[in-house]
């Protein structure tokens, strides 16, 4: 590990795209080499095409970096992105068939047949896909970031009791909407509830990532999922209520027992970027709270709370994580660690 991998991230003037560069700033595994964003950006000094929003400083080096246009000709053979939906399914293609290994924050590529999508803790024998894809590189995807709490929480409850139904209501952060954002007039002293797709990738993503691996194929489970998604003037943290039917009904007790008890193969491999503790649980019923447990282990674990029976499911709870963190940048840098551990990228 002593020798740093060049990396690259694509939409890096966005505000994903700076999460990224917080992030792998001084990264024990990988260094940023190349920079690259739209043809309006490209050509200028990072520091001046990017409007900077992280909370720690631009690192001044990387300030110095000359943006480059997000074409498939960069030296650096793993790619970050974190462009916009709009132009990324293309423009990763382009990469993956130029031999490039991209980790895509982007919807794109979520439901290929034949590419990954990976919360590490939770289906990390997934990466078995990616033989089956006919590019000379390779895509693998990181879910929506509402989408990765909930399933974190899920995955032990599923592996140990076996899910039936889920119901979840989202609380979701301005953040997740991008920068500049919302218009204040919207959120401000309001909650909205519709956020364009997001409805759809609650319900269908948990389904491929819950998915048993068989000969390279997926097999999906029998589970019936409904969603409802808003957006609440909260800066940072989606909160989401789950109501859940298991196929053998648990105790308050064993469910307890298992969220603290999980641990998985980021855990196991102690990669730099996963947390010690995938869940925490709460017993304080005014917990989780996004300005108090955001941000635990750098924002990387999911906070659970207020488990308590319900009269229409099994169980009730809620869970947070950060969506810039856990849900974005740091949930697909911790992919890219887990295929540097597995030997997945001893070519680059």
């Given at each position: 590990m002593n020798q740093k991998i060049n990396v690259a991230i694509l939409g890096a003037t966005g505000s994903v795209g700076q999460k990224f560069v917080e992030l792998l700033t001084d990264h024990p595994w990988f260094q940023?080499?190349?920079?690259?964003?739209?043809?309006?950006s490209s050509g200028k000094k990072y520091a001046e095409a990017v409007n900077w929003i992280m909370q720690t400083p631009l690192d001044q080096e990387i300030g110095e970096m000359v943006v480059k246009e997000a074409k498939a000709n960069l030296s650096s053979k793993l790619v970050f992105s974190a462009l916009d939906s709009s132009v990324a399914g293309e423009i990763e293609t382009e990469f993956a068939n130029g031999g490039y290994t991209v980790i895509s924050n982007a919807r794109n590529h979520r439901f290929d047949d034949d590419?990954?999508?990976?919360?590490?803790?939770?289906?990390?024998?997934h990466l078995e896909m990616l033989k089956n894809q006919k590019s000379t590189g390779t895509i693998i995807t990181n879910p929506n970031c509402s989408t990765i709490g909930m399933v974190l929480a899920l995955k032990p409850l599923h592996d140990a009791f076996g899910i039936d139904t889920i119901n979840v209501v989202t609380m979701q952060a301005i953040s997740g909407s991008g920068y500049p954002g919302l218009p204040s007039l919207d959120i401000l002293e309001n909650v909205l509830p519709f956020i364009s797709g997001e409805e759809d990738k609650m319900e269908t993503e948990p389904i491929k990532i819950l998915s048993s691996i068989e000969n390279g194929k997926l097999k999906s489970p029998d589970i019936k999922i409904s969603a409802q998604c808003?957006?609440?003037?909260?800066?940072?943290?989606?909160?989401?209520?789950?109501?859940?039917?298991?196929?053998?009904?648990?105790?308050?007790?064993?469910?307890?027992k298992v969220w603290k008890e999980f641990r998985s193969e980021p855990q196991l491999l102690n990669l730099p970027s996963a947390p010690k503790l995938p869940i925490h649980?709460?017993?304080?019923?005014?917990?989780?709270?996004?300005?108090?447990?955001?941000?635990?282990?750098n924002g990387m674990a999911v906070s659970v709370g207020r488990l308590r029976e319900c009269s229409l499911f099994d169980y009730k709870f809620v869970v947070l994580s950060h969506n810039t963190v856990r849900g974005a940048a740091g949930g697909?840098?911790?992919?890219?660690?887990?295929?540097?551990?597995?030997?997945?990228?001893?070519?680059?």
């Open positions: 940023i080499a190349e920079l690259a964003a739209s043809e309006r590419v990954p999508l990976m919360i590490p803790e939770v289906n990390p024998e808003n957006r609440v003037p909260v800066i940072d943290g989606h909160t989401e209520c789950v109501q859940i039917k298991f196929k053998t009904k648990p105790t308050k007790e064993d469910i307890i649980y709460f017993d304080n019923p005014k917990y989780p709270q996004p300005k108090l447990h955001r941000n635990l282990e697909t840098i911790l992919i890219a660690e887990l295929l540097k551990a597995k030997n997945l990228l001893s070519e680059i």
